[in-house]
C-alpha cells in the first residue's frame, strides 16, 4: 500500500526543497493520517513530528479544538474577498493580535505564505517612505545567514548560498551585515559582546548611507534555515535603537520564531522593543491552513491614507484574509490562553534539555544550544565527504526510529509541537541520541 503511494508520488509530484533523484536511496514516506505529534503512514507505522512539519504544527495534528472551529466556519463561510469586503474571523484576529502587542502594531494586512508576508512589508517599508517623501530609500540590510522565503523579493534579502546562488542573477542586490551568531565569539567574549560587535556592524552602514535604506530585516533571537543560529536578545535592543536614530525601518521576520516558539508568544517581547513591521506566518493558524501577515504601525498606515489610490498600497493576494484560515488562527490563539501554553511549555523545555545532556556532552557535538521551544547542536564529522550526507543519512536513520528529523547541513535540531507528554520528550531525546550515535558512527 505504502510503496504505491511512493511510486506514483516520484512519478507525478515535484517535491519541494528536494533533490529528486536522492529519492532513490532516500525514503519518501506516504502519510495517511495524524493524531497529537504523531504522523501514520499506510502501513501503521508512526513518526514523532519533532520539527512540527516544517515548523507550522503548534498543537498537534488533527487538534480536538482547531478541527472543531474549522467545522463549525467551514458552514458559516468558506472564503470571501476582503477588497469592499469583511468578515468577523479576520476582524477578530487582526484585533486580538493589536492586543497582543499593546496596541503598538494596531493594523494587520493578509496574505497566504511567509514569503508573501516579506514581500510586502518590504514594498510597505519602500512605498512609506516615498509617500512620505523619502523615495531614495530603496535599499534593504539583512544579516548573514539570514533566511526569508524564496520568492524573488525575499530571495533578494535571503543569505543562504543554496538558495540563492542559482538564482543571483535574478535578485535586486541588498546589504549583508555582521550575524550576532553567539557561535561568532571570540576567546573570551560573551554573546552579548558578539550581540554588540554585530550592532556595530549596523551602524557603520547606517552612518554611512542611511539615506539609502528603506528597512533591516531581522529574524529575531533565532536565524532558523540559516542553521538555528542564536543571538542575544540585546542585538534588537541596539538595532531598534539605531533605525530610529537614523530613521530606518525594521521588519521583524517572526515567520518561525513567533508564536511562542522561543519562549514568548512574540520573540522580539525578550528584547523589550517592537519592530515597524513584524511579519507571522508558519504557527498562527496552528498549522493547519496557509496564512500570512503583516502588522505596522499607524505612523506607517498614515503614510498611505488619503484620497489618492496610488497613494494606497497596492497589493493584494486571491485568498487575503481566508476566514477558515483566520479561524484556525482564532482557535490557535484561544488554545494559547485556555491552556497557559507558554509555562507549560517553560516545564517541557526544561526537562528536554536535561534529557538531551548525554547529546549536549557527546565529544562529537559542539554548540548545543536552545531557546524556548528550539534545541540545535552541531555534529562534528571530519570527513568532509560525509559531512556532506550527513543530514540524507540522518533523516533515513531517524525514519527507522519512529521519528521526523531533517537536520539542516550538520545541525541537528528540535522543534517539536507544544503537546509532548513527559514520556514523548525523554522517548524525543532518547531516540536522537540512538540515531545521532548510528549516524556518526557509520
Ligand atoms: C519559512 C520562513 C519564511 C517563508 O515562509 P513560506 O511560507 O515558506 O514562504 C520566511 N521567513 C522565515 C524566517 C521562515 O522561517
Not at 545567514?145 to 524573488?152: A, K, L, V
Request: proline residues 4%.
Amino acid at each position: 500500500m505504502s510503496q504505491d503511494w511512493v511510486a506514483r508520488s516520484l512519478k507525478s509530484v515535484w517535491h519541494p526543497c528536494t533533490q529528486m533523484q536522492h529519492h532513490e536511496t532516500v525514503p519518501l514516506i506516504p502519510v495517511s493520517h495524524g493524531r497529537g505529534a504523531w504522523l501514520y503512514d499506510h502501513d501503521g507505522k508512526r513518526y514523532l513530528d519533532a520539527i512540527s512539519s516544517w515548523w507550522v504544527n503548534l498543537f498537534g495534528h488533527a487538534n480536538p479544538r482547531i478541527n472543531a472551529a474549522l467545522k463549525d466556519q467551514l458552514d458559516m463561510l468558506e472564503h470571501a474577498m476582503l477588497a469592499g469586503f469583511t468578515h468577523e474571523p479576520v476582524v477578530q484576529l487582526s484585533e486580538q493580535l493589536s492586543d497582543m502587542t499593546g496596541n503598538v502594531l494596531g493594523h494587520a494586512f493578509y496574505a497566504s505564505d511567509g514569503a508573501s508576508a516579506v514581500e510586502i512589508a518590504l514594498k510597505m517599508s519602500f512605498h512609506a517612505w516615498r509617500n512620505g517623501g523619502q523615495a531614495d530609500k530603496q535599499e534593504f540590510v539583512c544579516l548573514e545567514g539570514s533566511y526569508h522565503g524564496e520568492t524573488i523579493g525575499a530571495l533578494a534579502v535571503t543569505d543562504v548560498a543554496l538558495f540563492k546562488d542559482a538564482y543571483g542573477p535574478l535578485l535586486r542586490a541588498a546589504r549583508t551585515v555582521a550575524s550576532p551568531d553567539a557561535r561568532n565569539a571570540r576567546e573570551g567574549e560573551t554573546a552579548q559582546d558578539v550581540a554588540r560587535r554585530a550592532a556595530a556592524d549596523v551602524q557603520r552602514l547606517f552612518e554611512e548611507r542611511a539615506g539609502k535604506i528603506a528597512a533591516i530585516i531581522i529574524e529575531p533571537l533565532v536565524q532558523c534555515a540559516g542553521g538555528m543560529a542564536m543571538h542575544d536578545p540585546l542585538y534588537l535592543t541596539l538595532v531598534r535603537e539605531l533605525c530610529d536614530r537614523h530613521q530606518v525601518h525594521m521588519i521583524l521576520d517572526e515567520i518561525a520564531v513567533g508564536c511562542g516558539r522561543t519562549g514568548t508568544f512574540f520573540a522580539c517581547e525578550q528584547a523589550g522593543i517592537w519592530p515597524d513591521f513584524l511579519c507571522l506566518s508558519k504557527g498562527i493558524s496552528g498549522g493547519y491552513l496557509p496564512l500570512s501577515l503583516v502588522l505596522t504601525r499607524e505612523q506607517v498606515y498614515q503614510a498611505f491614507y488619503s484620497t489618492d489610490v496610488r497613494r494606497g498600497f497596492l497589493h493584494s493576494h486571491s485568498y487575503t484574509g481566508n476566514p477558515l484560515a483566520c479561524r484556525a488562527a482564532l482557535a490557535t490563539l484561544a488554545i494559547f490562553s485556555e491552556d497557559d501554553v507558554l509555562n507549560r511549555n517553560r516545564v517541557r523545555a526544561e526537562r528536554l534539555t536535561a534529557a538531551l545532556a548525554p547529546l549536549a556532552n557527546h565529544e562529537r557535538v559542539k554548540n548545543f544550544r536552545q531557546r524556548g521551544m528550539i534545541w540545535a547542536f552541531d555534529a562534528i564529522e571530519p570527513d568532509a565527504g560525509r559531512a556532506s550526507t550527513f543530514s540524507r543519512r540522518f533523516f533515513a536513520s531517524a525514519v527507522e526510529n519512529e521519528l521526523l528529523l531533517r537536520p539542516i547541513g550538520g545541525t541537528v535540531y528540535l522543534m517539536p509541537p507544544y503537546v509532548l507528554n513527559d514520556g514523548e520528550i525523554d522517548g524525543l531525546a532518547a531516540r536522537t541520541r540512538t540515531v545521532f550515535e548510528s549516524v556518526i558512527a557509520g
